[in-house]
């Protein structure tokens, strides 16, 4: 029975730990259903910048990176690859929450726009909480914030038809 107790405790601390490590990941799926999971490591080596953008009534600045690094980390090509049938394809981010929002890809790619549409992870330096976090889409200058999604778990390409 002592070590029935054992296992059972052992598993149940494995399972609280690796419950935040999941939690920090991202899941991204491409045209052709390809899955890539980053970790929060694989997002914060990528390049980042910093945006400040309104919210409310008070400024905030978050660290993120573009949306189109993140998917060209996951083999979501951009530039001269996006035309034709492509550009009836769109991006839909998913949150723990159940929410969802479309963003079409030519409003991500740097080709196309000078708009600026990324994956924040840090708010005011700090970690984002979590009714925000651990991931939230930003778009600076939208005038709404419908499409600002706060715990993002997937990106998630799809086609219009």
């Known amino acids: 029975m002592r070590n029935l107790r054992f296992v059972f405790t052992l598993i149940l601390a494995l399972m609280l730990y690796a419950a935040p490590a999941r939690a920090q990941q991202l899941v991204v799926q491409n045209e052709a259903g390809k899955t890539s999971v980053l970790t929060r490591a ?10 400040t953008a309104r919210l409310s009534n008070a400024p905030a600045t978050f660290d993120a990176v573009a949306l189109s690094v993140i998917l060209e ?30 963003i079409a890809l030519p409003e991500i790619d740097p080709a196309f726009t000078d708009k600026q549409i990324v994956l924040a992870y840090l708010k005011d330096g700090k970690p984002l909480d979590e009714k925000e976090g651990p991931y939230r889409i930003v778009i600076p200058g939208e005038k709404r914030m419908a499409r600002w999604v706060r715990q993002v778990t997937t990106l998630k390409m799809v086609d219009v038809q």
């Open 73 to 102: 980390k996951a083999g979501i090509g951009f530039g001269d690859t996006l035309k034709g049938k492509r550009l009836a394809s769109c991006l839909l981010v998913e949150a723990a929450d159940g929410y969802r929002a479309v």
């Open 42 to 51: 694989d997002i914060e080596a990528l390049p980042h910048l910093k945006v």
